[in-house]
Each structure stands twice: as C-alpha cells, then as structure tokens.
C-alpha cells in the first residue's frame, strides 16, 4: 500500500535525488517533473524502488499540463532554481511566476502541503537579481496558499553539489585562487541529506511555519571553506584577496560562457554573510537540528580530487 502523492518539480537536482530517496523509502508515492526525460530519467528514476516514482517530461511553462498534474496530488514541493538567467529561464519566470503558479494551483486543488525551496540572506542582499526574485516568489506563494512553507538553506553540499565539487576541481588545477570580499563572507552550509530530512519532517509531521531558515551546525567564512576543500584534497594553493573591480571584470567575462562560473549578480550577492538572520525560526528552533559537519562530511567524497584517486581512500586497503 503507498503513501501519499507527492509532486515534485526538480527533482533531477542534488536535493531532489536526495528526497526522493528519503520519501520513497517511506512510503511516498513520487511524481518528479523533468524539462528533460531522456537526460534526467535514469538519474530519477534510479533513488527509489521500482513502482514508488512516476517521471513527467513538461515544460513548466504550459500551465494547462501543470495543472493537470495537480489532480493526483496531495503534497506539492518545488525545487527548481537558477544561479544564472538564460532566454526564457529568466530569474523571475523561474523564482517568482512559476513558485507562484504552484502555490495556486496547490490551494485551489486543496492540498495538504506546498513546500518551496527559496535561499537565505535574501532580505539583505536587495542588490542581487536571484535575491529580489526568490523574495518576490515567497510573496507571491504567501499570498495564494497562507498554508505554505518556505525553507530557506545556506548552502548546500553533498556528492551531488556544484559547490564542493567545482570548487575541488578548481582547487586541483589553478596555482592561485581568488578570495573576493577577502574571503569573509559568512555561511552555514548544511548537508542535503540534513535539508531533505527537515523537508520530511515538515511533511510528515504536519508543520506549517511559513517561513524556516535552514543552517548547519557550523559558521564558516568563504576562505575558512576554501581552507578545509584544500587541505582535504591535500593541495597547497595561494590565495589572492581579489580587488572588487577585477572580480567584476572576471565575473562580465565568465557570465559571456554557457554555463558561467560567475556573474556579476553572483559577485553581488556573495557580499552578504548567509547565515540565520535571528528574524524567522530555524530548522535548530523547530526541532530539527543539522547533524552533519562540513569537513567529516566532505572527507568521504573528496578522494576524487587527491593524488592516486580512490586508492588514496585511507580505508582502501
Ligand atoms: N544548492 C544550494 O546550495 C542552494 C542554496 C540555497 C537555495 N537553493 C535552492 O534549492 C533549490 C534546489 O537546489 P539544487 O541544489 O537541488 O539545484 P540543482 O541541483 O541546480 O537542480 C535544479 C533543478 O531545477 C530544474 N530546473 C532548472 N531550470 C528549469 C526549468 N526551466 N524548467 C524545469 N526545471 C528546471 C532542474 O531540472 P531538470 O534539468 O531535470 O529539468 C533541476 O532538477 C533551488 O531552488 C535553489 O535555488 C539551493
């Protein structure tokens, strides 16, 4: 007998594949939205037991076919976000009219849960395109289903990110790296499985609170991380406090790339510190602590960055 509908919009990502693996071992029955069944399908359809998880190819922009989907559903949660905007995937179709458009729908099909994955620090960092767009989208969201809940992570890590792993191979392969803001810029990374777990809570134990900060157990500044990457991977590297007018010269340069290591609106926004703001709860004040530290963490994938590979793995032998 299964659980629950869930709908799930990017669960391609790292978090997505790290929920669906919590919810179907529970017991949730998942439907997972992807632009891209024939890229995205076997990376879905393999985080869950065969019969638990259902793949939608749809373009989150045909509102009748997002509609249709909501007939089945009793839980809605949306995961889709950019760093960058490209064509259509603008910052506010993507953050603000689409988060919105599940948060009506959510109401108007009654459903028990709408929980949307907005970012920290977006109160503060009111110069930054992402930011002002996933404030809007929260607004918005508050607006058409009160019943919402909104998580706001700092950042995110785990196997599956584009945030430890860019950052190692970087690390392995420039002689110099560049410390914008010199580096201080404050963040409390929390582990996706931490993340997901809070999610499941949130779902599982019926809590409505709106608005949630979710933070790891660890305050950590932009250079102390590059620190911890780096002696993980056992690399020695120089670390160059970055003028801010080069960092803006370099980010106009990467944003020309498909897929930009930075943008100018990313240069903006790691200015502002991404830890709990003191104004909204956090995961610690519902209950939900982060148990997984930063470098313990990150010490059991990061052997693919160090000399010798998977044979440098202490355990290997
Ligand atoms: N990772 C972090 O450190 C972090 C921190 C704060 C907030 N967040 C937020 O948490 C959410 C999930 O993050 P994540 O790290 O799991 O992201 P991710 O790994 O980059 O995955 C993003 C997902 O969004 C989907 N997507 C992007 N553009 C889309 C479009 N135009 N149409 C349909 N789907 C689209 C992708 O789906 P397909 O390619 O399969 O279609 C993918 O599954 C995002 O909203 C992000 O802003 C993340």
Known sequence: MKGKNCLIFGGSGQIGRHLIRKLTKNDYRVTVVTRNIHQKGHI???????????????NIFDEIR???LFERADICINLIGIL????????????????SLLAKLS????????IHISALGINEAKDSDYARSK???EKEILKNFPLSTILRPSIVYSVDDNFTTSFMTLLNRLPVFPLYYSGKTKFMPIHSSDLVDII??????????????CVGPETLSFKEII???LNLIDKRRILLPMPLIFGKLTAKFFQLFPKPLLTEDQLRLLKYDNISSGKYKTNTDIGFPAKYLFEKEVEKYCYMWKQGGEYSKKNFY
């Open 135 to 137: 404030l809007e989208g």
């Open 84 to 99: 960058y905007e490209k064509k259509k995937n603008s910052f506010k179709n993507i953050h603000t009219l689409f988060p």
């Open 227 to 229: 620190e911890k990457l």
């Open 200 to 213: 499941y809570n949130v779902i599982s134990k019926n809590i409505y609170s709106q608005i949630i900060e």
């Open 44 to 58: 879905i359809k393999t985080q869950g037991n065969a019969g638990y998880i259902d793949i939608i190819e749809a």
């Open 107 to 114: 109401k108007q099909y009654n459903l028990k849960h709408f």
């Open 66 to 68: 997002i509609k249709s």
